[in-house]
């Protein structure tokens, strides 16, 4: 489902320097797998994500997802690969406070202009799915951390992705709520989705749900 085949990816720090961020990486995700990215900060997990998510490219190399040359479209129909196959799941978050919860998790699907029936359901069906529904009006800054997460997880998956991807998703969370995370995932993958963890965090290293570690160092897979 996603290939990543001899990635190289630089970037210019100034006119004389560049920085190797991924070296001769070479990687691949079966549909319904759940893969951990392991590594430090800074050693090339990040730059992963963005680059199956069409964020970035590659310096050489290319990136295949569903036998499509993702690291080859052009931006605007790369907006439209994320916005049809992916969902984002952040450190932070990324939530906007001061709107409600239905507001922030009905954001990805403005541009799309969906009858307001078929934004109800998607709605009802992401809420009720990660337990966030009777929060539904709540203004986000005045909910808890752990309904904040769930919250963006209900917004990564409005537009039923086929593919998730977590950047760090436990840093700001304690044990309890990092294990209530790792029910999410479990539920996930029981509905089929494809789901890739950047991390550092070793609650994820051993977890049964977890189809493969890949351990990742200064750009390069171990």
């Known amino acids: ?27 691949s995700i079966k549909e319904g797998e759940l893969v951990v990215l392991k590594g430090a900060s800074g050693s090339g997990k990040s730059t992963i994500l963005s680059l199956i998510a069409a964020l970035s490219k590659p310096t050489s190399g290319e990136v295949v997802v569903d036998d499509k040359r993702v690291s080859k479209l052009p931006e605007n129909f790369a ?10 799941i952040f450190q932070k978050y990324n939530l906007i406070n001061t709107l409600s919860v239905k507001d922030n998790v009905l954001l990805p699907l403005v541009p799309m202009n969906l009858h307001v029936d078929v934004l109800e359901d998607k709605l009802k069906r992401v809420l ?13 800054k005045n ?9 963006a997880i209900a917004r990564a ?54 189809d493969k570690v890949v351990e990742i160092h200064q750009g390069v897979i171990s």
């Open 1 to 27: 489902m996603i290939e990543l085949n001899n990635i190289i990816k630089k970037y210019e720090i100034n006119k004389n320097n560049t920085l190797t961020a991924l070296d001769g990486i070479n990687l």
């Open 79 to 88: 907006s439209d690969f994320r916005r049809d196959n992916i969902g984002f």
């Open 128 to 140: 009720e799915m990660f337990h966030i529904k009777h929060k539904e009006d709540a203004i986000v």
């Open 143 to 151: 909910l808890s951390g752990g309904e904040q997460q769930r919250v």
């Open 157 to 210: 998956n409005i537009n039923d992705p086929k593919i998730i991807l977590a950047d760090e998703p436990t840093a700001n969370l304690d044990e309890k709520l990092s294990f209530s995370f790792i029910e999410i995932l479990k539920e996930l993958k029981r509905r089929g989705k494809t789901v890739i963890v950047a991390t550092h965090d070793p609650l994820f290293f051993n977890l049964d749900i977890v």
